[in-house]
């Protein structure tokens, strides 16, 4: 209980950043975030456009409240990753992203990124499609610039580094959405 009260809290606070519809609802931002995680769906970190933000918004319509205190978002890229294994084992060939879509958001993992999969929660009216060259861009440079923190990521010393990656896709998140507005007006 004392994480969905800090939950709200952290919502409330960053609340004046994103959108709001005709009733004044709080909606989601064109990107909320990506969950990036090894090739076995191990979370390695989050980048949300705040703190909490994914979870957040996949809770946020959940009418069932003891599958809502359950719901594990590291349980997203397991699932993810198990389908992209599962692809190879009944040989699909170059599938380079699963999408779920629904009415409230989108998943949508990218598996063609050699050292890790990411998978992007959005709204449900963003077309990934522009933006895959940009994301793949972003994704290739990080990789290279941090290529021995990542070999290193699993081990227990790598807090800061997660802490420190997930800062800086905090920021690229942010980033995402501007460009996703600038481009709608």
């Not at 949508?108 to 990124?113: R, V």
């Amino acid at each position: 209980m004392i994480a969905n009260d800090s939950l709200e809290l952290n919502t409330q606070e960053n609340k004046k950043d994103f959108y709001f519809n005709d009733e004044n609802d709080f909606s989601p931002p064109p990107f909320i975030g990506c969950l990036l995680s090894d090739k076995d769906g191990k979370t390695l970190a989050s980048f949300e456009v705040y703190k909490g933000a994914l979870e957040f918004f996949i809770k946020k319509n959940m009418k069932d409240k003891s599958r809502c205190e359950c719901f594990d978002v590291e349980l997203i890229p397991m699932y993810f990753c198990a389908l992209e294994r599962f692809s190879e084992e009944i040989n699909i060939q170059n599938v380079p992203c699963i999408n779920l879509k629904g009415t409230n958001i989108i998943l949508h993992s990218i598996f063609d990124l050699n050292h890790f999969t990411v998978i992007f929660l959005l709204n449900p009216f963003v077309h990934i499609k522009s933006y895959e060259n940009l994301i793949h861009t972003y994704f290739k440079e990080l990789y290279e610039e941090y290529k021995s923190e990542f070999h290193d990521i699993k081990k227990l010393s790598s807090i800061d580094f997660v802490n420190h990656l997930e800062i800086l896709g905090m920021e690229w998140i942010r980033h995402l959405n501007n460009i996703f507005l600038e481009k709608s007006m």
